[in-house]
């Protein structure tokens, strides 16, 4: 008998990550706040790192066993992915404080009085 772990395979891995995208993307176009928005690009970033992880996983070369190579290196890739969010969320939570203090509110639409 198989573990039930080892019965998920790759399809697994993109449907979630497709729900995780599609909820991330639904979330940055419907918020207003800009938390919010912080929060749905942190979705679709993590949804990358789940596909890059996942084809880490499942693309290997050769016929398998101890010789196999991975043909993506999906791990680096999730590591530079957590990277960039982290510096991501610090310039924007830097943007957003600066915008908070000149306008009192963090509603994106007050952006409006932004123009030239």
Known sequence: MTHPIAQIGLMHFLIVSFLLFGAGVATILTKRNAIGILIGVELVLNAAAINFVAFNR?????????????????????????????????????????????????DVEAADEMKG
């Open 58 to 106: 499942f693309g290997w070369s050769g016929t398998g066993g101890e010789h196999a190579t991975p043909l993506i290196h999906g791990q680096m890739f999730s590591i530079f992915i957590i990277v960039l969010a982290a510096a991501e969320a610090a310039v924007a939570l830097a943007i957003f404080l600066n915008y908070y203090n000149t306008f009192s509110s963090i």
